[in-house]
Every structure is written in C-alpha cells, then in structure tokens.
C-alpha cells in the first residue's frame, strides 16, 4: 500500500465521524451547526440541512474508503481508519461542548 491510501482511510474515518452528529440532530427534527450557519460553524442550520451534510460526509466517506482500498486484513489501515474517527469524534466533541456555553 501507498502512504496516500493509509492518509485516504484517515479521512475516511473522519468524514464518517463527522456525518453521525449530523445525521441524528437532523433525522430528529434539531436545528445543528453546519458550514452553511450563520455565522459559518456557530449558527444553526436547519434539520434538512443537517441530513444534507450529512448525506454529503457520507459519500465523501465511501469515495475515500473506496480510494483507500480499505482492507479488513490489514490491521495498520484499520487502525488509521478508526483513528481518524477518533480524531474527528474528539475534535466534535470538544468544538460542540463549547455551543453550550455561548
């Protein structure tokens, strides 16, 4: 394997991270941040918005899993890959603790 499929898994991972929040406010009629908020990241999008980002992560995820040639067997690229949706869950959870206290 190249060093880009491992950085692929990665991102993967992150994406795939990155796409429950949003998936499970928007499914459950919550207004979430999203990129498309006002301001950007702080407001609240609407819930079809957040199932929007979320569908978008989703296959941003898939195309990356996919470019990475993920393998079950291959215990490094499923390790990168879970560290990448350890990465991004620690990074959400630290940026979206913070919207409670604004």
Same mark, same amino acid.
């Given at each position: 394997m190249e060093w880009y499929n491992y950085l692929a898994v990665f991102f993967s991972g992150a994406f795939l991270a990155n796409t429950v929040p949003h998936f499970i406010h928007g499914i459950s009629g919550d207004k979430f941040p999203t990129p498309f908020a006002n301001p950007p990241g702080k407001g609240l999008s609407s819930p079809v918005i957040n199932v929007l980002w979320a569908g978008?992560?989703?296959l941003i995820s898939f195309i990356l899993l996919r470019a990475g040639k993920l393998r079950i067997d291959n215990y490094l690229m499923m390790?990168? $890959? *879970? $560290?990448?949706?350890?990465?991004? !869950?620690?990074?959400?959870? *630290?940026?979206?603790? !913070?919207?409670?206290?604004?």
């Open positions: 978008f992560n989703l390790l990168i $890959f *879970f $560290f990448g949706i350890m990465t991004m !869950a620690l990074m959400l959870s *630290f940026r979206f603790e !913070a919207k409670h206290k604004e």
